[in-house]
């Protein structure tokens, strides 16, 4: 079992930043795909972006990718999000999931934590 709990959220201006932690227990993250999620009111969870298990590839939606990064401190069994030039629109509640090496299966999950960009 992995326990993932995320924190870093807020509230933030237009145009600032946010860095999201991803903290795991029970399991080393060495074995696990990482990917964050977010998911607004009203709609359904999105895919923002995920490290993967070897931290040999990551990958991002187009509607964060050039300003969201994804990094991982093994030796502190977390994944990071960095969210800059943030926009209102990111606003959501954001998530991280965890799957096994390459599975893409996310069967674990965190609480989430709250994201809020005002205009």
């Known amino acids: 079992q992995v326990q993932l709990v995320e924190s870093g959220g807020g509230v933030v201006q237009a145009g600032g930043s946010l860095r999201l932690s991803c903290a795991a227990s029970?399991?080393?993250?060495?074995?696990?795909?990482v990917g964050w999620f977010r998911q607004a009111p009203g709609k359904e969870r999105e895919f923002v972006g995920r490290n993967t298990w070897n931290d040999l590839s990551t990958t991002y939606a187009d509607s964060v990718k050039g300003r969201f990064t994804i990094s991982r401190d093994n030796a502190k069994n977390t994944v990071y999000l960095q969210m800059n030039s943030l926009k209102p629109e990111d606003t959501a509640v954001y998530y991280c999931a965890a799957a096994l090496y390459s599975t893409y299966e996310y069967n674990y999950w965190g609480q989430g934590t709250q994201v809020t960009v005002s205009s």
């Open positions: 029970g399991r080393t993250l060495s074995s696990y795909t």
